[in-house]
């Protein structure tokens, strides 16, 4: 059922393929909607599933009363604690255990009466059409003993502990002594931030289509982990892996939000199983809060030490985040504080508060794309106090090691990011106090920050044909969740075996094809890259070989090798997909990035300009232009990765503007589960984005490749916030910035 994409558009000279605006080979599928998603396949005699919430955030469920959802016609089952078969529990985290790294909460659904958050999937109803599903969960009726819940963020931050390192995500460190020199510096601002909880809004929503046939399972899941997703469902439904089929051609967004296995495709797997027919479960909006976790809200303190000539000499930079009692992973909010700026003396740390809540999970650069708010806002207000510009502030305090390690940057375009930036945005132009630019009632500012998220590289299985015809077919279980990666790879591998662009064929999103790396942390772009010129070297020496053999000249295109070699092919394979070949190649990567990390420090930075507009008498705010220049090493192609890096700015827009979670601090219940009233940008509210990038290569990694995904978003909402500061006068220091904030 794998889709194969269409070909790509015409062909591209062989030279000029890697980097090359292409279009995306997927786009004519997509644009006619013949591209099939995870909840439009067909299957004989499918049923759909929907979801029973719980309504209180924690207790025990004393009885439920399914009689009058089985009235509802067409209802084949509704599965409770009470008859649901048994499924393993969640695994216990373990790096080798692939199965782990899927799961993001230690709840059993339906294998227990306990409530753990507001919002847990305690039943599934199962019909014949997807409305009398909904109907009938509508009319489950459900008694609880409700139990004391702590799901108030802001009144437990007293009561956080904190947060453990680990060679990954370090949750603090230091260097020197920074609160003595804060207190002895001769200029210093502190500051507090906050900033909410965020959901995950992605175009299209979780879905799932199961279907067994004996012990053999088929799912179609909008996930960027389908190893994973197959590992973990191996392992809670008692078969081996290798009886699993997991098919995730086309994923419409995901953003770390469908990078664990969440609740929906468990239960449509599961009532698959108890109704002997294939079932279909699509999350509502409303479904995707309540079941999916989102970003962690976070209290932050940012504060700054300088010298009158703006060096640097103390940073502190602390925060607290919440974690779910079942499950969840902290967000690294002090990380790009660690590696931005050259202070004497620096302290970083971090705390968790754990709520009965829903689990958090990732959401485009977890950690760095709140975290960047507070400390860039900072440089910005100290940048005031010292009277100097923002940029020339940032510049003075540029490292030429990491500042807490000592540590080479692999590379690190900083300062010719602000210097390309400055120029085409026009940075001259702006005046330096507040509030002194105007366009009639308008108030105009203008801000900057700056973007910063480490590159990751993991390991990925694949195989790589040429035909004689010389046709090339790659063959990787990757994601495409919007970011073009068919396209991309093709240019590589088009780039490295030196075939043109429409020679080459990609096939991925299936459990069938070699193992892939799961799409996050930027990694999948430099991760596959790695394999496919693995894969190109072997079969250039392959080829030479077959040269030799046949008396042929080596320069010789491949297809004269092939044929007179008398070969129809020839294959070249990286990794190996046994049980065994995952962990040796989990355990050769893990070793491969603590080494690097030890001697270098890999990161895709940039710098955001932005100018806002703001009503002097309605305090409406508009962004009204931006620029991002990047260093995100070798460009691939420069169209998906100008769409990646403008997507994080949206995104980022959206942070600083509208999108707030809101929970009743007594219930734990989320109010504004809807698009209604949870306000994500729209086109009206976005400007122009113009996108630069400095294109040089990074020569610690593959062909010079960083990630481009998240550090769009990183220092957005700092961006904006440093604008409507120099517009109006008013910091503000909690997120989304309202109205209300700026009057």
Known sequence: MTQ????????????RVLGEPLNRVDGHVKTTGAARFSAEYHYPDIAHAAIVHATISRGRITAIDASAALDVPGVHAVITHENAPRMQPPPKPSILNLATLASPTSVNYLNTDEVHWNGQPIAVAVAETLDAAREAASRVRVTYDAQPATADFEREQPNAIPQKNSPIMPASGSKGDAVAALAAAEVS????????????????????????????????????A?????????????????????????????????????????????????????????LTREGVYRTVGGRTPSAQRVALGADRDGQLTALIHSGVTQVSRVGGGPEQVVSQSRHLYDAENILVEQSQVPLDALPNTSMRAPGEAIGSYAIEAAMDELAYRLDL?????????????????????????????????????????????PGSMRDGRWLVGMGVATAYHPSWQFGANLTVRIDADGTVLVRCAFHEMGMGGATAYAQVAAHALGVPFDAVRVEYGDTDLPIGPAAGGSAQTASVTSSILEAAAKLKRDLRKLAQRAGVSPTEPPTTILTRAGRDHLTATVGSDTRLGQITGQVRFMTKFLRDRRRYMKAACGAHFCEVKVDQDTGEIRVTRWLGVFDIGTVVNAKTAASQLRGGIVMGIGAALGE????????????????????????????????????????????????????????????????????????????????????
């Open 4 to 15: 194969a994409p269409p070909q790509p558009p015409p062909t591209r000279t062989r030279t």
């Open 189 to 224: 601002v502190d500051l507090r931030f906050t900033t909410p909880m965020q959901n995950h809004n992605a175009l299209e929503p979780h879905a799932t289509t199961a279907a067994w046939d004996g012990d053999t399972l088929t799912v179609h899941d909008s996930t960027q």
């Open 660 to 743: 707030e979670t809101l929970v009743d601090r007594d219930t734990g219940r989320i109010v504004n589960a809807n698009l209604s009233e949870y306000h994500v940008p729209v086109h009206a509210d976005i400007p122009r984005i113009d996108i630069e990038c400095l294109g040089d290569p990074d020569p610690t990694m593959p062909l010079g490749v960083l990630g481009a995904g998240e550090v769009g978003i990183v220092g957005v909402a700092a961006a904006v916030a440093n604008a409507v500061h120099h517009a109006t006068g008013r910091r503000v220091y909690d997120l989304p910035i309202t109205l209300d904030k700026v009057l």
């Open 389 to 433: 510009d923002p940029i020339e502030l940032r510049m003075r305090n540029e490292p030429d090691r990491d500042p807490l390690t000592g540590k080479l940057f692999a590379r690190r375009g900083l300062r010719d990011a602000y210097a390309l930036g400055a120029k085409q945005f026009r940075w001259q132009d702006r005046t330096p106090a």
């Open 226 to 282: 389908i190893d994973w997703t197959r590992q973990h469902l191996a392992h809670k439904f008692g078969i081996k892996a290798g009886d699993i089929r997991v098919v995730s051609t086309f994923v419409g967004g995901a953003f770390g939000g469908k990078g664990s296995v969440w609740p929906g495709t468990i239960l449509a797997v599961l009532a698959a199983r108890v109704t002997g027919r294939p079932v279909r479960l699509m």
